[in-house]
């Protein structure tokens, strides 16, 4: 960073060394300020490789070994000689930092253009090297990598100033996620010497680093990276539970028995009597796991200071470790977990289980192929060139999104509609804070990738973006769902739009919104649309919408059988009770007179069960009740089993010659603007007559209406359901069925 570059500087103390974790490889830590001052000792020799950065190439070249090495000698000549006389606050010569900084990324498998780019990070800011410069020697991708390094750079992490600039940070982030690689291994550098700064800088900066740069880390997938992070943070914020956890690793290592190398045998010898080509290693847990895990279980037992990781050739052999093991082990079925079906938001792909010994000690497994654990360490460093033109590539080329569910895609979305700074910084910790993520399934097979909590209002505008506006409810894995239903990994979720323009969204949406891009697409209509919040706020305390408001929001009234049924409300009447029922004319509804039925009792009076509304041609039945009256039920009404129940005499009836009926419908709804007009008219085109209707106040958003209709013949029903149920915004209609008294 510019901050420890000076010209020159007064060497200082050395940094604490800092606390070692388990590297992915065992190649040694390289001392750079030997190599660095080595490379001060004359100019480089033309054509020939600077020995000071024989480690990078060693590293790269394992990753690349048919890489073209010339742009990474120029780059360290410019480099060097750039920084000549610069010192960093601990002493070092500064061309170290660079040099570390890529080494790191070589490490990790970055690519050629990635690597230059990281030894000419600070060229521009620290030295009086241009960015044309930049690209005249390297190319446009170099240049642009470096301005947004550069950009990154220039970030002020104090209090006032972090919104405005970790927002223009992760724009250069979204736009090429290589820019954020190196600034990721430019911090786990700084980090690793970071103890020459006084006390409250170093907490200062770990605090930052903690709460945004390791986040999008993970974010990343580059574990590798954010690993050592976690620890060196736990090491400055947490220095007492750093130092015990340091104890309990110590005091573990000096064991005479170690119970994981001995289960890890036992797996060796399980697969190769399986015959399955199969890597098991031990992987020691970091410190932050290691203090995790003591707080999740107490005491820790030698088999919880490491993880198997078993590595395999091809996917299928993962499931194969899977079933022999499972097979001739003990395994722990509650800590299974399968992210290579599912894999997890950052490309993270493995089997994770658990195997436990007699003793009740138990081993963590992870199970993956080789290509799978370079991009669990990796991440997306590990794709190379993200942008890179390919065979598959769009013939416009348009660049690929290198992270695959795009979480930084759609973070350049949010922060654009982003209403102010201030608003971005808050969402932005939010979503960090998630380090979890779901995947649901929409109807046409595709997927979206929420965060764990997730709603149906966050998967609108994940789908949709500000058309979710127009969202009226959703169907969850088949089954109506209100929009704050929470979602759950492997759900199927249907979306329901509505058709009318003047659909819009809901202050209380904002309760079930969790993520940035659905608070801040509400947010920002809100903002802009005040007067018609205020208007529909008294909808929404009676549970509607403002997309979801019915048509008595409005003022509107609709004529039902010649009676008026308000909706004020969302459905409800003035006096916040339900609507209405009213029969023709004003007059209360009178008894139902249907189709004709014959029953087998002469003489006797017939009468249609209200709670059922049977009509031809369905299967009937007949109860005698008080006054010698025959009641007609439809088979499997839950009327006509509560009369079987109570010993009510069964008499048989069959349907006579006139077709005319009278039927009740149940129509269920999410509320809108001239809700009830469109029902009543699709109704009256039906050539049926409202005889009475109910209209509830909304539960959930949904608002339920009961219709009793007279029908010229019960062969139109079918179609009249069919009707109702194209009116936007209607789910369902189904025929009336009451539910049976309590006995």
């Known amino acids: 960073m510019s901050a420890e570059a000076t010209n020159p500087a007064t060497p200082g103390p050395v940094a604490p060394t800092a606390p070692t974790v388990a590297r992915r490889k065992s190649r040694a830590r390289i001392d750079l300020r030997r190599l660095g001052r080595a490379a001060l000792l004359g100019p480089a020799v033309r054509g020939r490789l600077p020995d000071a950065i024989g480690h990078v190439v060693e590293a790269h070249r394992a990753h690349h070994p048919d890489a073209d090495l010339e742009p990474l000698r120029r780059a360290y000549v410019l480099a060097e000689s750039s920084h000549r006389g610069q010192m960093r606050k601990s002493g070092e010569p500064y061309i170290t ?25 600070d060229t521009v800011e620290d030295t009086d090297v241009t960015l044309d410069q930049v690209r005249e020697q390297f190319g446009e991708e170099v240049r642009y990598l470096v301005d947004g390094v550069t950009k990154l750079e220039k970030v002020d992490y104090g209090a006032a100033a972090e919104p405005e600039t970790f927002r223009k940070m992760l724009v250069a982030t979204g736009s090429d996620v290589r820019v954020m690689s190196i600034k990721l291994a430019d911090r786990l550098h700084n980090m690793r010497t970071l103890g020459v700064m006084r006390p409250e800088k170093q907490e200062r900066i770990a605090k930052v680093t903690r709460d945004v740069l390791i986040p999008l880390a993970e974010r990343l997938g580059v574990q590798a990276l954010k690993t050592e992070l976690e620890d060196l943070v736990f090491a400055i914020l947490h220095p007492e539970e750093y130092e015990h956890t340091r104890e309990l690793i110590a005091a573990n290592a000096a064991r005479s028995d170690d119970p994981l190398s001995e289960i890890a045998d036992e797996a060796r010898g399980v697969l190769r009597e399986a015959d399955i080509p199969a890597e098991v290693l031990i992987r020691p847990r970091h410190f932050v796991s ?140 939010e979503d960090l804070a998630q380090d979890r993520e779901i995947t649901v399934f929409r109807p046409d097979g595709g997927t979206l990738g929420l965060p764990e909590g997730a709603t149906c209002v966050d ?130 509804a009178g008894r139902p007179r249907g189709a004709d039925v014959l029953a087998d009792r002469p ?141």
């Open 97 to 121: 930092h660079p040099l570390a900084v890529t080494l790191i990324l070589a490490e990790l498998g970055a690519e050629t253009t990635t690597l230059t780019a990281s030894l000419l990070h």
């Open 290 to 429: 290691v203090h995790r895990v003591a707080r999740k279980r107490g005491e820790l037992r030698g088999a919880d200071f490491g993880r198997l990781l078993v590595l395999v050739n091809e996917d299928a052999d993962c499931y194969g470790v899977l079933g022999e093991l499972h097979t001739c082990m003990t395994p722990v079925v509650s800590e299974f977990k399968d992210f290579i079906a599912v894999p997890k938001f950052n490309l993270y792909q493995s089997l994770h289980t658990a195997v436990a010994r007699a003793d009740g000690q138990v081993a963590e497994v992870l199970i993956r192929t080789h290509q799978m654990h370079k991009v669990a360490e990796a991440g997306v460093v590990a794709l190379g060139n993200p942008y890179a033109p390919g065979s598959d590539d769009p013939a416009d080329g348009e660049r690929a999104d290198p992270t695959r569910p795009g979480w930084l895609s759609r973070l350049l979305d949010w922060q654009q509609a982003a209403p102010d700074p201030d608003t971005f910084w808050s969402t932005l910790r």
């Open 459 to 588: 998967a609108a505008y994940a789908q949709y973006g500000e058309d979710a506006h127009a969202c009226i409810g959703a169907r969850v894995n088949g089954r109506l769902a209100t929009l704050s239903t929470i979602l759950r990994d492997g759900d199927t979720v249907q979306l329901l739009m509505g058709q009318d323009p003047a659909s819009e969204p809901s202050r209380e949406w904002l309760e079930h919104a969790h993520t940035p891009a659905a608070r801040i697409a509400i947010q920002r209509w809100l903002a802009t649309h005040p007067a018609g919040d205020a208007e529909g706020g008294a909808e929404g305390a009676e549970g509607g919408t403002g997309a979801a408001a019915a048509s008595g929001a409005e003022g509107e009234s609709a004529s039902v059988g010649g009676s008026t049924a308000g909706t004020g409300g969302g459905a409800a009447t003035a006096s916040g009770t339900a609507a209405r029922s009213a029969g023709t004319d004003g007059a209360p």
């Open 603 to 743: 003489g006797a009076a017939v009468r249609l069960a209200g709670c059922c509304t049977p009509v031809p041609p369905d299967e009937i039945t007949g109860f005698a009740v008080r006054g010698g009256v025959v009641t007609v039920h439809r088979v499997g009404c839950a009327g006509a089993a509560h009369m079987k129940s109570r010993g009510r005499a069964e008499i048989g009836v069959r349907w006579g010659d006139t077709t005319a009926c009278r039927v009740t419908l149940v129509a269920e709804s999410f509320g809108r603007p001239h809700l009830l007009a469109d029902l009543t008219e699709a109704i009256a085109l039906q050539g049926a007559e409202i005889v009475s209707a109910t209209v509830e106040p909304p539960t959930q958003q949904r608002v339920r209406h009961t219709y009793t209709l007279e029908l010229p013949d019960a062969a139109h029903l079918p179609a009249l359901m069919r009707a109702m149920r194209d009116v936007a915004g209607v789910y369902d209609v189904s025929r009336a069925q009451h539910q049976a008294p309590a006995s």
